[in-house]
Structures are given as C-alpha cells and as structure tokens.
C-alpha cells in the first residue's frame, strides 16, 4: 500500500522560528508532492507543491526541500507567525490518479 | 466567489441508521472527490468522479459506502447502517482536473458521529 511517513507529530516554536516538518514516501510512482494547512474547523488548504524533479521551490515564507534519492522532502516556514499556528500535512499524488494520499499531520503552535 | 460548501456541518446518527451528505463543489469544477478523516488523522482519500463519472472508488471501506454526482456537479456520499466506526469528519474536494491534480479545494467537511 502506498504510504506517506510524516513526522514530528508535533511542534512548538518561538515566533521567528523555523520550523521544518519532514516526509518519507515508500515507492517512487508519485509524481507531485503537495503540502497542505489546515485550521481547526475547516478543510485543508493547499500551500505548496512540487514536482520530484526540482530539488526546492519556494514560496513566499514556505519552502519544499525535496530528496529523490532520499525518497524524502521537507516544509520549512522562514520566519514563522502565530497566524501559522495549523496543522500541515503533506501528501503525495500516485502517476496516472488525481487522488491524494496524505501524511498523518504536524500540529504546529507558534507562540509569540 | 464561492468555495465548497457540505451540508450538514454536524450529523449524528445512531448505530443503524442511513445518512446522506452532500457536497457542493465550485462552480465548473470537473473533478470532485470524497476523503474521511479520523481525529488527529490525516484525510483518507475515498472515492473520485469527473463530471458524472464515478473514475475510481477503491477507497470506500465497505459497500455500506456509496457515492453519486448524477448531473456532474453536486454530490451525495451515503452511508448505509451506520456503524461506530464510521465517526469522522468526511471531506469534499473539487479541482478544475487537467495538469495539477494536487490543486483541490476542500469544503469544510461534515463531522458525523455514529451513537
């Protein structure tokens, strides 16, 4: 079964931080690589994605770092804000579906 | 303009019981999908149309589950002799299909919870 590995569960930083939420993916028939944010009440909305043939994208504040051979890529927020405080997940789409399978989520706090 | 909108927000149900939700996706949207998310899970992708096309439902967990968008545009998710562990917040997305699969837009979900 295709799987999408996320991790810290977790995290707490100061304003300013830079918090970075990683992801590890099983077998390599994904083709892009989304991150979304989702707020307590509402649905996920998406943030930034990535194809795996580029090794970083950019954003504004949000940057994907991705690892081909690794079979691993990672969300950093440049100078994080109480307003980022959410839960992000990352998600992987399969070749030839629209379906996302998504990671299990980082609720991130970010305290002033 | 519009998002997706899911009615009802908040459904709860008895153990048995058959419930319907619908979801609304924006306006010209091809493609709609159906995700169920657990607490404190990540959402679980469930089953996919574009326009009227049911293109893949391998994510219903029993045939208890069944899903339709008969004029292509607004859908219902039923759910057949609710069970406990059907409690979730069941997600709908739609995205305009073509070249980025991975732009959908998620409507707010409806939280159902099964007594």
């Known amino acids: 079964q295709q799987q999408v590995k996320q991790s810290p569960q977790s995290l707490i930083v100061q304003k300013g931080g830079i918090p970075i939420i990683n992801c590890a993916y099983e077998?390599?028939?994904?083709?892009?690589f989304p991150w979304y944010q989702q707020f307590p009440g509402k649905g996920p909305a998406l943030l930034i994605a990535?194809?795996?043939?580029?090794s970083e994208k950019k954003e504004g504040r949000f940057t994907i770092s991705f690892n081909k051979s690794a079979k691993q890529f990672s969300l950093h927020i440049m100078d994080s804000q109480p307003g980022d405080s959410a839960t992000y997940f990352c998600?992987?789409?399969?070749?030839?579906?629209?379906?996302?399978?998504f990671g299990t989520g980082t609720r991130l706090q970010v305290f002033p | 303009g519009a998002g997706v909108s899911q009615s009802p927000r908040y459904k709860v149900a008895k153990r048995g019981q058959d419930v319907a939700l619908r979801c609304d996706p924006i306006?010209?949207?091809?493609?709609l999908f159906w995700y169920q998310q657990a607490l404190g899970q990540g959402p679980e992708f469930l089953t996919y149309?574009?326009?009227?096309?049911?293109?893949?439902k391998s994510g219903l967990p029993s045939d208890r589950f069944f899903a339709e968008r008969p004029e292509g545009s607004v859908s219902t998710l039923k759910i057949q002799r609710t069970q406990q562990e059907d409690s979730a917040v069941y997600l709908c997305?739609?995205?305009?299909?073509?070249?980025?699969?991975?732009?959908?837009?998620f409507g707010p979900g409806t939280r159902l919870t099964v007594t």
């Open positions: 997305a739609s995205s305009l299909g073509g070249g980025s699969p991975y732009e959908q837009y």
């Open positions: 077998n390599t028939a994904f083709d892009y």
């Open positions: 149309f574009q326009n009227e096309a049911q293109l893949d």
């Open positions: 990535i194809r795996p043939d580029v």
């Open positions: 306006s010209g949207h091809v493609s």
């Open positions: 998600a992987a789409v399969p070749y030839n579906t629209d379906k996302l399978i």
